[in-house]
């Protein structure tokens, strides 16, 4: 998905709630904002909003003057989400389609999200955890579990640390033996790294690699080899998250996007309602993808003129 | 008033949301968003909102290649107003404190605003009105009016087309004889200029001066001499609109800021909810102005620091 006019003053927005969030010291704040301004002012618009994201944060890092400034929330997200393991694990294992009850309670761990909700709770992560087993699910959840059950190599693109718990619920479904979690290579805002894959006990149970990037989503020309290696091989990739939703909506790849919808522009380049749990499968895999990408770009279209 | 941190989003906010209000091809709308994003990366946060605002309109006339853009946006506003102006000073004669309603009126014209409601039609502006002669007004009347009574030499500084229709209402109520109305020196989005005051008929009652600028609100080192001295000479100032406020909330004079509370920050530093209409005299005025000075102080801080 390229950069959207609108994502400009979001990404502002966004520096300034994460800078005050880490509680960076006022001419801290102004120098991140306007090491920010300047990038974007410069800002390649055909790539996608992570490419941003990755500066900024690397700038935010620079400031805090730590190589990991989201250290201890996810160390809170990750508590807190094992905290409701064994819950929703019951809730799993109760229920009639266990499959799509885990793919529901791993979308909804997408609300785990940074500097914005730093003050959620666990009773705020559970009552998420409750209404996504009833809540609408937009996407095909029959092709889901057909897909999943053919494949025999999945690659699964986690997303925040403490979101990553409730990865688990899903990747036990699907079958540990034929899944290999990939998580970031290093520290970029809350998303999860190979220790908070090891908290929420994946690395005992599964094979977890990293990407060798420190961009949110997947930037692939900015991955390691051997990740895009995995990648390139998997028969089947589940990628969590609106950034990895940016990043790879336009891959060849068999991609199943899951996503809570929480950005009004993703939701509109998803072609689903803002706030929506969505599971989307990339274009190249749809039976008849050319009308479907004509609609499309006509969309993306209408909200760059907006 | 001082920039925000928080400005900064809203400033690209606006001016995309100008662009496209103005219809701008998307290479351009893309070449003035990256020359405000420059701007902004080198802003002296010290000055107020509007200077920003000045050069992010000249940006847009720049690129529009038009020295007016707004001009059919302004004309219709008048328009509008004139059509309801009859109505309005009917509602002022029969009512128990014309000057109240005359005040109330005028300050719910500064709904009258650019491109977020430029879609505004005849029936939403008279609602406004009507709606204001009973919403609760932020400010004291009384004081309002022994001020106004008092004054031998006031100065009203206009803000948008339309609007000052409805200023029209107010300065009658004053005493036309005793007043001089400013209106911007050139273009900026739709405030009013000599045209706009002689089509509300002011000019055939009061004298009319431009204040030289092509600012929003009053900068007072970018207006021109003759205005800064009738600025300097006025006994008393009525001050329209949250630019007014913004570039002459630390002025020295004795100022009555009139308008609609329509951005948080400036709510927050006049000291009233958002969307209320406010009635507030400049703080050199009031009776105890040192602990209020200190309580301001302590609020601006807080929401730097937010």
Redesign the interface.
């Known amino acids: 998905m390229r950069t959207y ?2 994502c ?3 990404f ?2 966004q520096t ?1 709630d994460a800078v ?1 969030a880490l509680g960076l010291d ?1 001419p801290l ?2 120098g991140v ?3 920010v ?2 990038a ?3 800002l390649d ?1 055909g790539q996608s909003p992570p490419v941003m994201g990755q500066r900024i944060h690397r700038v935010i890092r620079e400031a805090a003057g730590s190589a990991d400034p989201y250290a201890e929330m996810k160390e809170r997200f990750n508590h807190l989400a094992l905290g409701l393991y064994a819950e929703c694990r019951g809730l799993v294992e109760r229920a009639d389609d266990p499959l799509e009850t885990a793919l529901r309670l791993a979308i909804a761990g997408n609300v785990i999200d940074a500097a914005p909700k730093s003050g959620l709770n666990e009773e705020d992560v559970r009552r998420s955890m409750l209404q996504a087993l009833t809540d609408p699910l937009d996407g095909d959840v029959k092709e889901f579990s057909r897909a999943v059950a053919g494949s025999r190599d999945l690659l699964y693109l986690a997303d925040n640390a403490g979101e990553i718990v409730f990865d688990r619920l899903l990747i036990e479904r699907i079958g540990a033996d034929k899944v290999t979690v990939a998580v970031k290579g290093s520290p970029v805002i809350n998303d999860a790294l190979l220790a908070d894959a090891a908290v929420a006990g994946l690395t005992s149970i599964v094979e977890v690699i990293d990407n060798g990037s420190d961009a949110p989503g997947t930037i692939l020309e900015d991955c390691c080899e051997p990740f895009r290696k995995r990648f390139a091989r998997a028969d089947l990739v589940l990628a969590k998250g609106q950034a990895n939703y940016e990043t790879l909506s336009e891959t060849d790849r068999d991609v199943f996007f899951l996503l809570k919808a929480k950005c009004p522009l993703i939701a509109r380049d998803v072609g689903c309602s803002l706030g929506s749990m969505v599971v989307r499968r990339s274009g190249r895999a749809t039976a008849a993808p050319a009308p479907r990408d004509r609609g499309r770009t006509r969309r993306l279209e209408e909200v ?3």
Chains 1, 2 share one sequence.
């Open positions: 006019f609108d400009i003053p979001c502002l927005r300034l005050r006022l704040q102004e904002l306007r090491k301004l300047a974007c002012s410069a618009l760059q003129r907006r």
